[in-house]
């Protein structure tokens, strides 16, 4: 079983920026892609950003605002966020794909942390 654990989602002003962090725990043999996700109220979840086979994919809302960034020693995926709009405040949840030490192959999600913006 694996675990991710989010930190650093923050009540923020606009323009502000603000930087989230993942830590994955557990029998993780291989992580094949760490990504963040967000939903808003009454929104569907999306797709933020993920790094995958050595690339990265941003969606187009986010794009030179926000950076993806990895650590697979460590087993964490940080965010780094700048330039924050209102538009973006919504829960931020971590996405780890991988294989466990026995072979099997995961998908973990983190419990969510609250992104607000807003003056």
């Known amino acids: 079983q694996v675990q991710l654990v989010e930190s650093g989602g923050d009540l923020v002003q606009p323009g502000g920026s603000l930087r989230l962090s993942c830590v994955a725990s557990g029998s993780i043999s291989v992580i094949a892609a760490m990504g963040w996700y967000r939903q808003a109220p009454g929104k569907q979840r999306e797709l933020v950003a993920v790094s995958s086979s050595g690339s990265i994919n941003y969606s187009d809302s986010v794009k030179g605002r926000f950076t993806i960034s990895r650590d697979n020693a460590k087993n964490t995926v940080d965010l780094q966020m700048h330039m924050l709009k209102s538009e973006d405040t919504a829960v931020y949840y971590c996405?780890?794909?991988?294989?466990?030490?026995?072979?099997?192959?995961?998908?973990?999600w983190g419990q969510g942390t609250q992104v607000t913006v807003s003056s």
């Open positions: 996405n780890i794909i991988g294989r466990l030490g026995d072979g099997r192959s995961f998908i973990s």
